[in-house]
């Protein structure tokens, strides 16, 4: 897919391409490929991810008037995530975008997720700085926003590890147990792979960056498989 494809897709328009094109440069592919010229993405990761929570909480502020702030925080916490934001990006094509490492694009199932999220983060922040705050916010509206009455309507919100640990206890009687089971990476983008255990069953992986979002991948990740979501 060409950049003009890509506009073409999402309805977007962009004055200075370099700066969407960035957006999609993944650190391995630097390190791959250090003469091209290019740079990665995670300067403007950090710059979308600023504006993105500003968005999501004014969105939310505004919408939910009687809500405390515990409920909000876990709204935000479930729009934002890398589940969500890495199946928003896998709906718009990002993926077709994505400029990786040749290893890092043969492992497909390596943090895809993660790598998605990143990038729809590091496009926002390309976004806001092409055509600003406005256009950034309604971009944001029509693809993550326009998702929180179904994740508030599903419970998708709760805590997943707290859930999967009621229903184990109270169907099995077990606490369920976290292990590690592989990490790989530099450690700047380090990634984690966790089990879920049942006693000696392991019920379901998950993948992050951090051991915390890999536990709480597998935990969401144990409620599907149990169909207790």
Do not use: C
């Amino acid at each position: 897919m060409t950049l003009e494809e890509f506009k073409q897709y999402n309805k977007v328009q962009f004055k200075n391409d370099a700066l969407l094109q960035q957006a999609f440069i993944h650190r391995s592919f630097i390190n791959e490929n250090t003469r091209s010229g290019f740079e990665h993405n995670e300067r403007l990761e950090f710059l979308g991810d600023s504006v993105l929570e500003l968005v999501v909480t004014e969105y939310l502020y505004e919408t939910y008037p009687h809500q405390n702030e515990g409920d909000l925080t876990a709204y935000r916490s479930a729009l934002v995530n890398a589940i969500t934001l890495g199946s928003v990006a896998d709906s718009l094509r990002f993926n077709d975008m994505i400029k990786l490492s040749k290893g890092e694009a043969k492992d497909v199932s390596r943090a895809r997720s993660s790598i998605l999220a990143d990038a729809y983060e590091a496009f926002i922040g390309a976004l806001y700085l092409d055509q600003g705050y406005d256009v950034a916010k309604e971009f944001i509206a029509r693809t993550v926003l326009v998702r929180t009455k179904d994740i508030i309507k599903k419970g998708l919100y709760k805590d997943a590890k707290s859930f999967v640990q009621e229903k184990s206890q109270e169907l099995y009687g077990i606490t369920p147990a976290y292990n590690v089971l592989s990490e790989e990476g530099p450690d700047h983008d380090k990634i984690f792979k966790v089990g879920i255990y049942f006693g000696d069953e392991v019920v379901a992986e998950g993948e992050g960056k951090s051991k915390q979002e890999a536990e709480t991948v597998a935990a969401k990740n144990a409620l599907e498989k149990k169909g207790w979501a």
